[in-house]
């Protein structure tokens, strides 16, 4: 008897990171958007050009350090009921 082993497809989250500088708060925040696979890893990673209108992130993660790119940040901060996470 020859039985396939059914293959899962992975969950997809999406992530909005906010990438702000807390010594200059008037400044306005970088958004990038994250997709990432259960584990953690980053599968895609997309920079928007203006603040998302609509909450359809399943997190919200928040950097206040100054930095320009996902890449340079060490550490972030997960804000819960953001505005733009999605209602569960």
Not at 23 to 46: H, M, Q, R, W
Not at 58 to 66: Q, T
Request: glycine share 4%.
């Amino acid at each position: 008897m020859d039985m396939k082993k059914k293959t899962e497809t992975p969950a997809v989250r999406r992530v909005l990171v906010i990438l702000t500088n807390r010594f200059t708060p008037l400044k306005p925040g970088v958004y990038v958007e994250v997709e990432c696979n259960s584990k953690g890893d980053i599968l895609a990673e997309k920079t928007l050009k203006t603040e998302p209108k609509e909450a359809v992130y399943d997190e919200v993660w928040i950097n206040d350090e100054g930095k320009k790119s996902l890449s340079d940040c060490t550490s972030f901060k997960r804000v819960y009921r953001h505005k733009l996470e999605r209602k569960k």
